[in-house]
């Protein structure tokens, strides 16, 4: 079959603002993409740059935007990829290029994986025996180390539109990993770490990185695991903590949501300058009785209920 | 029609103006409200979802045995639910764990049938967009409204919009149709608004709530319309911050869902609440008010 | 990595240079699984058995017996680094029966056990914080005037500049050489390099006609379906209905597909088999052939997998070349004989990558400062200078590496005859030249990767010209190399080792004796 493959091109040397170029290739009818730009490379213009390894959807390598969504090349079969005889490819959005289709991925992809620190430490040599891991944990550990750092959940994200420096769902979900590893040590280190700026408390949770995911990973669920496991410890920024215990303790008590209790608790009573910051907001919400008064906040009619709920899973959590 | 009502914890507390006006458009609809008062928060991905989950199964359970689906007027509310609803529906060891440990002891026990429902979705699916359209007596003309869903009303996908459920994608432009709005179109539509991240990371929050509302003043909105009182939070109540952080006047009013109904239905602003805003709704008012009096 | 570990855990201070970034390593690709005798002290006896009786008593089964007796301890070291072996009731690390394999002694990560396996290694990489360059191509060894190596030249990819890496010694751990041939299972950077490299610095390669065919690619794609998938219980059905043998060793599997493919179609069919064991097979196979294997069975045949042959290593992984050593893919260490067990590919790559990693750091330790490479470096600069003065000539890489891979396919591929192999020789002689001859279209400025394309080609060219030279010598049938004018295993004549190296006058062959230890050969006819 005939397919018109529309790339973009870009030579930060001779072709500093990028262009597009059109290739007219007779393929075979089960070819992938990336099988299309090997033989475009072969065949047409050996000058034509674009990465891909494995061919098959194992190393993450051919991540690209094909009609405008991100694909990985080796996995989109053209048959499916063509819009009316064309198929449009460019890199990522939110990568930094190098030439045509390949960008960067150590800034967008490996240096955060690194700084989330993601190896488990190993006991000393010569250990004869495996660690007894439950089946159920193992699926769970493959599930999250399934990623292969293809990048499509970070080309969702949200946040990292707005703000590059945001560790992003690919590092978060792979930190998942020794996150919820039994024998990782130092879970309580991890957390604190990924509760820095830019970490996990950056996330919106708005669950694009779940709808790019080609693996069905979930990374947005991987996030809020680890917030799980960093509010049952405790674990945060300040803010965070008095923010998480402020909503937990509002809603042990009385079932419900006491907002203006979370507004002043999360800036902490002792913290002038954050509770001064609230000020304006406050008075102007008050003034159009918008904002909730506190002594307004009533307990819920099954609110004991509700409190019964969280000491059971505080007991059992401990 | 008739359904169990969550309407959560901002529509009461940081957005009080959204219950009265959704209790107000409901009556009006003819949409029969029973109000489930002794339900707890839906954790609204800041409670762990293991004392979560035990928290929405109650709910869940509690709307089992009345018989009814949930009606929802938050997209946060409404995913938490719908998210705990889906694991408990697909892992019946689950249901059964959390019905023996936390539910059993108050005699309950959630079996996995319950529905949960937005009200946009209500509107959409059970009440019908053209009767609501039958229903407009002050068709919005002049109004033209950008849509903003929330997050948790679109993603993830093969929890909120299954298959044959499509049209929730677009089921809030095609509701500011039936009111006889224009639709503007933005990219920011089904983005996050920034409100969870308002503590933790504020520069962030405010830029997201500055690039949305001003896409869509850019792109000719009179106002925004959310079915998220948390969006609303975010892009009534943080605007004027974001102004200050982005350098620019916004100034762009955004409605709760229901209250843009409530307006097409012929109902005042002064019943709607919408002097409780904080950005003024006095330009939204000016084009339905005219309207009506023609 | 393994070498780059235990080399780093000597105290050596070591680099991984790399065309790709490791993470996007073929290894991802690896599925299957790997074997070791974890319980009982002998259990390592069977599985040295079943290499050997794979391997048709080419391998070498001193290698054997070290190798098979380190696979325990080798996985028990990765399971400790974190890799997550699937787990039997007791919570231990599980294990399945393979094909081939008299016992369940292959160990798995649901079916990415390479992809769990490379990300845990990288892990370990970063905890040791040994450097890596990646997107940097080795280009050639740097070869002292008393023969021995001390260092690679590499093209940084990012700007097209020649980087010189001094070094005591160096692992070669490049892989195989799969785009050689048209239907291959292979990374796209499987280009024999290390191979190449190896070979013109006078190293040997060994068995080069052993080349390893995949009976379960997917039809038409060419896609790798894991061997597990056999090993699950999944049956190969014939054009007649007739279930083929689903259970052999990968060379007799592939030939008897490639057979009955001639009569018409193959298909695996996974009935009863449990997909979720085999997650990521199904998810491939549904998005590129569009079927879901828990109702139909797929289309398959034979293609080229990997190579067997590789750079003749000992035990230490020393290549014979003072300073080089190598591992993995590459490399020959006497462990497949003519035909690898599956579960042993990744088991190899970790064994002898962790000795070769040892051996090269002790052997750094002995090497002087490091040389003046002035002279050296203008070489090899003024190499890919001509390449770049040839200019644009009509000539391209990338239309001769089709021409050669059609021809590996069609005269050297699953069945081989004299004839055949002659003319390959003779042809590969035509594409050699032809490869002298191509220049580069556009600037050779950053990430283009016209000049590693050609160097790519001139590397599987010579690699070629050594498989077409080895398999035409060799005149009977064993394990994967399949002569259909020699169609009998004869031990009287062939139970040794091939051995070619470089002269000035094309390949030169030798041979040497197999060592027999404990598994008397059987079965010839």
């Not at chain 1, 190098?98 to 989330?116: G, M, N, P, R, S």
């Not at chain 3, 690679?152 to 890496?165: E, H, K, P, Q, T």
């Not at chain 3, 590496?401 to 192999?421: K, P």
């Not at chain 3, 010579?462 to 004018?485: Q, Y």
Request: aromatic share 4%; glycine share 10%.
């Amino acid at each position: 079959m005939q397919v018109n493959l529309n790339v973009r091109r870009y030579d930060p040397v001779s072709n500093g603002n990028g262009s597009r170029q059109t290739y007219s290739v007779e393929v075979e009818e089960q070819s992938t993409v990336l099988d299309v730009l090997i033989q475009v490379r072969d065949e047409q213009d050996a000058t034509l740059s674009f990465r891909g390894s494995c061919r098959t959807g194992f190393c993450g390598d051919c991540t690209m935007r094909v009609n405008g969504k991100a694909k990985w090349a080796c996995r989109m079969p053209v048959s499916k990829a063509q819009v009316d005889g064309e198929i449009t490819l460019d890199p990522p959005r939110l990568v930094k290029g190098l030439k045509d289709l390949v960008y960067d991925q150590e800034e967008f992809l490996f240096d955060k994986y690194a700084a989330t620190k993601p190896w488990i430490e190993p006991s000393p040599p010569g250990p004869t025996e495996e660690h007894i891991v439950s089946q159920e944990k193992i699926k769970e550990l493959q599930e999250a180390s399934s990623c292969t750092l293809c990048g499509m959940c970070d080309e969702g994200c949200t946040v990292l539109i707005i703000d590059k420096s945001f560790l992003g769902p690919a590092a978060l979900t792979r930190a998942f990993k020794p996150v919820a590893d039994p024998r990782d040590k130092v879970i309580e280190r991890r957390l604190s770490e990924l509760s820095e700026k830019r970490g996990m408390w950056d996330c919106v949770h708005c669950f694009e990185a779940t709808e790019h995911c080609p693996k069905g990973i979930d990374p947005t669920d991987r996030i809020l695991s680890l917030r799980d496991e960093a509010i049952k410890r405790g674990i945060g920024t300040p803010r965070v903590v008095r923010h998480n215990d402020s909503f937990a303790k509002s809603i042990k008590s009385s079932g419900w949501l006491d907002e203006a209790r979370l507004a002043i608790e999360s800036e902490g009573l002792t913290n002038i300058g954050g509770l001064m910051h609230l000020v304006p907001t406050a008075a102007k919400a008050m003034a159009h009785r918008k904002a909730p008064l506190p002594y307004l906040h009533k307990k819920r009619p099954g609110s004991k209920h509700i409190k019964r709920i969280f000491e059971k899973w505080e007991k059992d959590s401990k | 029609m008739r359904y169990a009502f969550y309407p959560g914890c901002v529509a009461k507390g940081g957005c009080p103006e959204l219950y009265p006006a959704a209790i107000k458009v409901a009556e009006k609809l003819g949409i029969e409200l029973f109000e489930m008062k002794d339900v707890g928060c839906t954790g609204a991905g800041v409670l762990s979802r293991e004392v979560s989950d035990p928290i929405n199964a109650r709910t869940l359970a509690k709307a089992e045995a009345m018989g009814l689906p949930i009606m929802t007027i938050c997209s946060t509310c409404q995913g938490c639910l719908m998210q705990a609803n889906h694991r408990l529906v697909i892992d019946p060891e689950y249901r059964a764990k959390i019905n023996r440990e936390y539910l059993a002891e108050e005699g309950l026990e959630y079996r996995g049938t319950t529905d949960v429902k937005h009200f946009l979705w209500v509107l959409d699916e059970d009440y019908g967009l053209d009767k609501l359209q039958e229903m407009v007596v002050n068709p919005l003309e002049e109004l033209n409204v950008a849509a903003f869903y929330g997050c948790y009303l679109r993603r993830p996908p093969e929890v909120v919009v299954p298959k044959g459920k499509e049209s929730r994608k677009v089921s809030l432009e095609n509701a500011i149709k039936a009111l006889g709005g224009n639709v503007v179109a933005t990219k920011g539509k089904g983005k996050c608004c920034g409100f969870p991240i308002l503590y933790p990371n504020e520069r962030n929050s405010l830029e997201m709530c500055g690039t949305h509302t001003l896409e869509a003043k850019d792109k000719g909105a009179d106002a925004m319309v959310t079915p998220c009182p948390l969006c609303h939070l975010e892009l009534d109540g943080t605007q004027s911050r974001a102004e200050q952080h982005k350098g620019k006047k916004i100034n762009l009013p955004v409605l709760h869902l229901p209250q843009l109904v409530g307006l097409a239905l012929g109902f005042s602003p002064k019943e709607m609440e919408m002097q409780r805003h904080l950005v003024s709704t006095a330009p939204v008012e000016e084009k339905a008010k005219r309207k009506a009096e023609v | 990595m393994s070498a780059a570990l235990s080399a780093r855990e000597q105290g050596a201070s070591v680099c991984i240079v790399t065309k790709q970034h490791p993470l996007r390593s073929h290894s991802s690709g690896a599925q299957s699984g790997i074997n070791a005798g974890l319980r009982g002290a002998d259990a390592w006896e069977s599985h040295g058995m079943d290499t050997v009786k794979a391997g048709a008593y080419l391998s070498d089964q001193d290698v054997v017996e070290n190798i098979c007796q380190e696979a325990a301890a080798r996985v028990i070291a990765l399971e400790h680094m974190g890799v997550p072996f699937d787990r039997n009731g007791d919570g231990r690390i599980d294990q399945i029966k393979f094909p081939a394999s008299s016992e369940a002694r292959t160990c798995y990560c649901s079916d990415a056990t390479g992809h769990n396996i490379l990300q845990t290694l990288y892990e370990q990489v970063l905890r040791m914080q040994i450097p890596v360059h990646h997107d940097c191509s080795a280009v050639s060894l740097i070869m002292m005037d008393d023969g021995t190596c001390q260092g690679v030249f590499a093209r940084s990819l990012r700007d097209g500049s020649l980087i010189a890496f001094s070094s005591g010694s160096v692992v070669l751990a490049t892989g195989g050489m799969g785009r050689m041939y048209l239907d291959n299972t292979a990374s796209t950077a499987s280009t024999g390099d290390g191979m190449a490299m190896a070979y013109r610095a006078g190293a040997a390669l060994r068995d080069m006609e052993m080349v390893q065919f995949a009976p379960t690619a997917l039809a038409p794609n060419g896609i790798l379906i894991t061997a597990a998938a056999r090993g699950e219980g999944a049956v190969l059905v014939g054009s007649n209905d007739a279930q083929l043998d689903s259970l052999a060793g990968s060379d007799a599997v592939s030939q008897a597909v490639a057979r009955e493919l001639a009569n018409g179609d193959v298909r695996l069919d996974f009935k009863g088999v449990d997909s979720e064991r085999l997650s990521e097979t199904r998810l491939l196979i549904k998005d590129l052939a569009g079927i879901d294997i828990s109702k139909d069975s797929v289309s398959v045949r034979s293609v080229m997998h990997r190579p067997i042959g590789g750079i003749k290593i000992d035990g230490s992984g020393s290549t014979g070349v003072a300073g080089l050593y190598a591992a993995g893919e590459c490399a020959n260490s006497g462990l497949n004989g003519a035909n690898r067990l599956g579960g042993n590919a990744l088991l190899e790559s970790v064994v002898v990558g962790r000795k070769a990693g040892e051996s090269a750091a002790g052997h750094a330790g002995s090497v002087g400062p490091a040389p003046d490479l002035v002279s050296h470096q203008a070489d090899e600069e003024r190499k890919v200078a001509a390449i770049v003065a040839r200019g644009k000539n009509g000539e391209s890489s990338g239309l001769i590496r089709r021409e050669l891979a059609s021809l590996m396919q069609e005269s050297v591929g699953i069945f081989r005859n004299g004839s055949g192999l002659s003319e390959a020789a003779a042809k590969l002689a035509t594409l050699k030249v032809r490869c002298g001859a191509v220049g580069v279209n556009g600037p050779a400025s950053g990430y283009s990767t016209e000049i590693d394309s050609i160097i790519e080609l001139g590397n599987m060219l010579d690699v070629a010209e050594v498989i077409a030279a080895s398999a035409l010598a060799r005149e009977e049938s064993r394990g994967s190399h399949a002569r259909t004018d020699f169609p009998n295993r004869d031990d009287e004549n062939w139970l040794k080792h091939t051995v070619a190296r470089g002269s000035g006058d094309g390949v030169k062959l030798d041979y040497e004796p197999v060592t027999v230890t404990r598994w008397k050969p059987e079965g010839s006819s």
